[in-house]
């Protein structure tokens, strides 16, 4: 068994590459941060493969197939094919009922892609871009579909060409006023959004409408460079895509004078790539690669930006990030495999979000039933509406900046634990564990326990397999104690060679339940006990 907890160490601040001591520890908390629940096998492989092998697997992206029909209430694609490019009926009740089905439908798509076991980062880096680009779905669930597409595909590439992208995006042409913006009524909604929220950043005040590293000024030159763009094809029965498109009629034209903050900068008139000419300046700012570096570090290691880490670790991110392009991929690549990422006070450090919640405990057993796509499609949904009501619906951040346990000081990702919110943890951790789960039409999802014992170290030795689920569930190591408490759970306080007869006798008949209920509720009795201690709150 592992020691009692030690005390951490001083912080490394080195971005060197980390060569210390490569065990489980450090291959759980790769995972932990990159995927939204490893499972043990993943954590093993990486032990086996080591930093620098697990590191590009998870940088290397990875296909997904499309959402597809499972509703009745879907009128076009018959069902188990996708509706992604399909029109829409023009009846508008058959309209609505069919949007609605293909919502249902997208939000189960998501949650299968969550409830994997490919070793990538992509589902988290997509996850990143939905807080950082935040946005609320909007009519049409082809365009809502295509958005998360666009941050899917590009949540390792070019995060200037990804601006450039989400702006004339239909999506967020509808969610930000900018399919409105036009020569006769300029909307400010996203031209300040752009600066604020998805470039360089406000900065404290200094007078009136003067920024840090804007000014109004710029926001009102911005509103003005962006007229002109609309959104065509919502809900159409005749077309099979939504659309944006440059109105030059609803453009206004002339040369627009930014502020000193951008060096006076002209932006002259240049139709549909007027907006694009206006992006390439911000991005010589390098405070834009500061401000996404920053929001990179809260993401994948901890909250707390100190000063050190803002005076040593940032500055050496965002030259990486500068110096290539404005690429993510090697900036991710530099910080995953630095020491000061393994530093062992950095692990637990976080809160885990309600969808790493729900998926730290699926993903270790891969326990989805996999079977009618009416009934797969129906678990997955529930799964969403689970984690929405933890506090995280993956469609709907509360406002433009995102959930407020990414940014809101000083409580940061303390705030995914309020007095409902760890209630309803603990209740999820029943209901999954130790209860039936979520039942649909009389299937069942729930940690499958059996699965989840045959997969460790030596499942028939409670010794082992409590240390197995204490390196696959804590970031950071347990009491001899809190061990010893889980152990007595595992055997039901009996000698531990009792839970070694019962396991064997199990596996020499793995389909007769007289002997594989008894293991499996003791381990589901173990788990039910691990979701709900606070260790397991953090990554």
């Excluded at 946005?135 to 060409?161: A, M």
């Amino acid at each position: 068994m592992q020691p009692d907890i030690v005390i951490d160490e001083p912080v490394s601040l080195s971005m060197t590459p980390y060569a210390g001591t490569w065990s489980r520890a450090e291959a759980a908390h790769l995972l932990r941060r990159t995927l939204v629940g490893p499972n043990f096998q993943q954590i093993q492989n990486a032990v086996t493969n080591g930093m620098n092998a697990t590191v590009a697997s998870l940088l290397t992206p990875n296909a997904v197939g499309e959402p597809l029909t499972y509703d009745p209430d879907e009128a076009i694609a018959p069902q188990g094919t996708t509706w992604v490019n399909s029109v829409y009926p023009s009846d508008p009740t058959s309209s609505n009922l069919t949007d609605n089905a293909r919502r249902r439908s997208l939000y189960a798509w998501m949650m299968e892609r969550l409830n994997s076991n490919s070793l990538s980062i992509a589902e988290k880096m997509t996850l990143f871009w939905v807080n950082h680009f935040a946005l609320e779905q909007q009519f049409d669930s082809r365009s809502t579909y295509s958005y998360y597409k666009l941050l899917r595909d590009n949540s390792l590439g070019n995060f200037k060409q990804l601006v450039k992208d989400v702006t004339i995006h239909p999506e967020m042409l509808l969610f930000l006023n900018g399919s409105s913006n036009n020569l006769y009524s300029p909307n400010e909604n996203f031209s300040r959004e752009l600066l604020e929220l998805f470039t360089i950043g406000k900065g404290p005040q200094i007078g009136d409408g003067d920024y840090t590293y804007y000014t109004e000024e710029d926001v009102a030159a911005g509103a003005k460079i962006l007229t002109g763009w609309t959104v065509q094809g919502l809900r159409s029965a005749s077309a099979s895509s939504v659309t944006s498109s440059f109105q030059s009629n609803l453009h206004v034209l002339g040369t627009k004078q930014l502020s000193s903050k951008f060096g006076g900068a002209n932006i002259n008139s240049n139709g549909a790539q007027e907006y694009a000419d206006y992006i390439d300046v911000i991005f010589q700012q390098n405070q834009c690669a500061i401000f996404l570096c920053k929001k990179l570090y809260r993401y994948f290691v901890n909250y707390d930006l100190t000063t050190d880490v803002e005076n040593n670790v940032i500055p050496i991110l965002a030259g990486t990030l500068i110096s290539n392009g404005y690429n993510v991929l090697p900036v991710l690549n530099q910080l995953l495999k630095s020491e000061h990422f393994y530093d062992l006070s950095l692990r637990g450090t976080q809160i885990k979000t309600p969808i790493e919640v729900m998926f730290t405990k699926l993903n270790s057993s891969m326990s989805v039933p996999q079977g009618a796509i009416d009934i797969t499609s129906k678990t997955y949904l529930n799964v969403h509406y689970l984690a929405s009501n933890l506090g995280q619906n993956y469609f709907a951040p509360p406002n433009v900046g995102g959930w407020p346990a990414y940014y809101q000081a000083p409580s940061y990702s303390k705030l995914w634990l309020n007095s409902t919110f760890i209630k309803q943890r603990f209740d999820i951790a029943l209901w999954l564990s130790i209860y039936n789960g979520i039942n649909i039409s009389g299937t069942f999802y729930k940690v499958r326990a059996l699965q989840l014992v045959d997969s460790l170290s030596y499942p028939s030795s409670p010794v082992d397999v409590i240390d197995d689920l204490c390196d696959l569930y804590f970031s950071k190591p347990v009491t001899s104690l809190d061990k010893t408490n889980l152990k007595n759970i595992l055997t039901n306080s009996l000698p531990d060679f009792e839970w070694t007869d019962q396991y064997n006798e199990y596996i020499q008949s793995p389909t007769d339940p007289t002997k594989s209920d008894p293991v499996r509720q003791r381990v589901e009795l173990v788990l039910a006990s691990i979701y709900r201690m606070a260790q397991f709150q953090t990554i």
